[in-house]
């Protein structure tokens, strides 16, 4: 049972637009959600994260949604920017149990 | 980083044979996870510790065992390394960062091929 759904395995945009990274959950008991990016033969790095008591974070060019009624997220990167190009892993946790549940990835080509 | 390193960075065994990662870290992090990575699946939680001595199951733990013996190093055993173990593992610890955002800061991964 796959917890947490990341439906677009891959997003292809240009230089300059908006990406749009989508992430479904099924778990009601999630109240902590993280983004990770990742490139190839590296480590994830943390992107940024949004509390359930919140609808909305933040930090610089990227921003995340939260829909808790949908059970929906989104990472937003504005203006998209070559370097962007990777993996983007969404996960979830129970914020007490300190252990986080990942999505699929979507690979994110962007297009100079 | 988070002065998080793996060892191996790669290696190849054969069936059968056990295997040891070991992950250290050098900023006295309560909590070490160890995941791996597979295609089609994301990253999976095989073992996590909350301190010395104090380890639990995660999402895919069987076929491993992990040991924490002081607070910087997390050791993940294959005690008989089967095809199905050939993966990327990744360590991680949890931290808050400057921001003051919870996460997980993840080590640069031990690529094992299992023959």
């Known amino acids: 049972d796959q917890q947490v759904k990341q439906n677009s395995p891959s997003l292809s945009v240009q230089e300059g637009r908006i990406s749009i990274l989508n992430c479904d959950y099924t778990?009601?008991?999630?109240?902590?959600f993280l983004w990770y990016k990742k490139y190839p033969a590296e480590g994830p790095t943390f992107l940024i994260s949004?509390?359930?008591?919140?609808d909305k974070n933040e930090d610089g060019r990227f921003t995340v949604f939260l829909n808790k009624s949908a059970k929906h997220l989104s990472l937003h990167i504005v203006p998209s920017q070559p370097g962007d190009s990777a993996v983007y892993f969404c996960?979830?946790?129970?914020?007490?149990?300190?252990?986080?549940?990942f999505g699929k990835g979507t690979l994110l080509t962007v297009n100079p | 980083d988070a002065g998080i390193t793996q060892s191996p960075r790669h290696k190849v065994t054969e069936t059968g044979t056990p295997v040891t990662l070991r992950c250290h870290q050098t900023?006295?992090?309560?909590?070490m996870y160890w995941y791996r990575q597979d295609p089609g699946h994301g990253l999976r939680l095989i073992h996590y510790?909350?301190?010395?001595?104090?380890?639990d199951k995660g999402e895919v733990s069987d076929g491993y065992s992990v040991s924490r013996s002081k607070t910087e190093d997390f050791l993940l055993t294959l005690e008989s390394a089967t095809s199905s173990q050939t993966s990327v593992y990744f360590c991680?610890?949890?931290?808050?960062?400057?921001?003051?955002?919870?996460?997980?800061?993840f080590g640069p991964g031990t690529r094992l091929l299992v023959l």
């Open positions: 996960a979830a946790s129970v914020r007490s149990n300190y252990k986080l549940t």
């Open positions: 949004i509390s359930s008591i919140k």
């Open positions: 991680a610890i949890s931290a808050v960062t400057s921001s003051n955002q919870e996460t997980q800061y």
């Open positions: 510790s909350y301190g010395v001595k104090d380890t």
């Open positions: 900023e006295n992090h309560r909590y």
């Open positions: 778990n009601s008991m999630f109240d902590y």
